[in-house]
């Protein structure tokens, strides 16, 4: 099943499977190691927070309303 990050919770993982956006937002994503095929795992999901996941072996922080144009896939 393919949902965008913003749905996944807390302690799900996935494997992205497709980025959108502009190319300044893709290029930010990209340069911190989030691509397809990268495997994560959603640490945080509070409404009306930012997402925090854990990928490449770091944590990092994701502004929610950009996170709806990642699409993982849960495993």
Known sequence: MVVPLT???TG????I???S???RYLSRITSIGL???CEIEMLQNV???PLLVFG???MIALNRSE???ILVEVL
């Not at 799900?12 to 494997?15: A, I, L, M, V, Y």
């Open 56 to 58: 490449r072996d770091t």
């Open 35 to 37: 691509n397809v095929g």
């Open 12 to 15: 799900e993982k996935g494997r």
């Open 7 to 9: 749905e996944l919770d």
């Open 21 to 23: 956006g502009e190319r």
């Open 47 to 49: 409404k009306s927070r």
């Open 67 to 69: 996170s709806k144009h």
């Open 17 to 19: 499977k497709d980025i």
